[in-house]
């Protein structure tokens, strides 16, 4: 997840090497057009969208790739099949074939048009094989596979998903994706592409239906604000870090963590015995690259250095979320540490502060998040601030359109520096990526530190 609105997320960062791909991958995209749900759909009305929607209100692009396979079940092309489907799965979750608007409360809503997903077939000049393997983000290749909406100056300007599915010369075929986060999180986003999928594949009624109503989820009133929110406070960046992002080329690298290696991480953080023998590979990681990114930015001792990450809370809510509910049920938390705290003190100090964070996650932090929001309108800063995205769980490989499951699958561009992302790797998907940016000389210097494990 990510905090901030973009106009476009794909324009967000630079990637150094981004060219290359880019020079292969010429596609030829042929007039938008609306796909609307299938069967009538309530219309006329607005959507609610809940605090916890309202200020993640930004475009997520990504891609998922399909090898050269004989047609599916239906015998159709990925184009028709993937398009018909779109508009049977929108009669279950119309709210996507609607457009975003202001409501009373001068919160996000969706207007209930019914207008549909803006869809895309396109033509590349080359294979499969010619794109970038998804490891790393190249929005100069990748944002060709996804459609933008030209000229759109705003979030009110785009539809809340557009959809492009790319034709490949080798027979394989692209599917790209920009959907906005204000409509679901990675595991709501992965319910709708699964379901589409299953619908693509035949199936009649969907595994998991969508639970459409968010009020479960609105403020109280008036609302409580029972925990400090640290997410909303803005440090100052007195190692002046501003500087070296802005005196040097943003690079990006991803870092493969295999089984074994993860296990010595968790070694690390469980060395001292300070966390009493107990931590997950989440929370030694995390406290790993939290580390790791402070010492390779140079940060000075007293630097304050803030941890995000989002936290699931649909089984943490009080009563649990409804299975398939649509919208965003994750709640930022955060962690609080001078540099010189956290690299003075052995690994276990920065993963049991993950570890803190996590567990602060309960109905009343989140119920009490909502309410900040009612009462501040305040977005999270990323300002000193390293914010942790986890995909690591959400299904990719699900995602088959009867073509079988993606040969790769993934992330357009990381939408700001701040961000570092978690994918799953492998074949059984065991291992863990860490995707990142960091001007040169400090990714050098991280580089060194992963290569220490
Ligand atoms: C809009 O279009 C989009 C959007 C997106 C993407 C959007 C987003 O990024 S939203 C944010 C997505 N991330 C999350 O929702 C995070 C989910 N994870 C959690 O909430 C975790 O609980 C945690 C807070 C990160 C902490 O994790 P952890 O410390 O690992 O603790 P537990 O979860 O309790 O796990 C403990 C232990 O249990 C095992 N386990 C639990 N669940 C699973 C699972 N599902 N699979 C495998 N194993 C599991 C595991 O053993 C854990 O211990 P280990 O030490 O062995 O790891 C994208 C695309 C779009 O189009």
Known sequence: ?????????????????????????????????????????????????????????????????????????SGGDAVSVLRDALARVLVHYYPL???????????????????GAVFVEADAGCDLADVSDLATPDPAALGQLVYSVPGAKNILEMPPMTAQVTRF?????????????????????????????????????LTVPPFIDRSVLRARDPPVISFPHHEFEEIPDISDTAALYGGQELLYRSFCFDPDRLERVRGLALADGGLGGRCTTFEALSGLVWRARTRALGLVPEQRTKLLFAVDGRRRFEPPLPRGYFG?????????????????????????????????????????AVDYFEATRAR????????????????????????GAPAMSGPVTLPEKEVILFLAHGKERKSINVLLGLPAS????????????
């Open 380 to 403: 999270p800063s990323l300002a000193s601030t390293l914010l942790i995205t986890t995909w690591s769980r959400l299904a990719f490989q699900d995602a088959d359109f009867g073509w």
């Open 1 to 73: 997840m990510v905090v901030e609105a973009k106009e476009n997320g794909a324009a967000a960062v630079a990637v150094a090497g981004g060219g290359k791909a880019a020079a292969k991958l010429m596609v030829k995209r042929g007039e938008p057009e609306l796909v609307a749900p299938a069967e009538a759909t309530p219309t006329g009305e607005k959507y609610y969208l809940s605090n916890l929607d309202q200020n993640i209100a930004v475009i997520v692009q990504t891609v998922y790739c399909y090898k050269p396979a004989p047609a599916a079940a």
């Open 169 to 205: 010369k080798c027979g394989g075929f692209a599917l790209g994706l920009a959907m906005n986060h204000c409509m679901f999180d990675g595991l709501g986003a992965m319910e709708f592409v699964n379901s589409w999928a299953e619908t693509a594949r035949g199936a009649a009624e």
């Open 442 to 453: 400090a990714m050098d210097a991280f580089q060194d530190l992963m290569d220490e494990i």
């Open 97 to 115: 074939a609607g457009r975003l608007t202001i409501s009373e409360e001068m919160k996000l809503a969706v207007d209930l048009t019914g207008q």
């Open 328 to 368: 965003n049920g994750i709640v930022l938390t955060n962690a609080l540490a001078t540099a010189g705290d956290l690299l003075s003190s052995p690994p276990s100090h920065a993963a049991g502060l993950v570890q803190d964070a996590v567990r602060m996650v309960t109905d009343e932090y989140m119920r009490s």
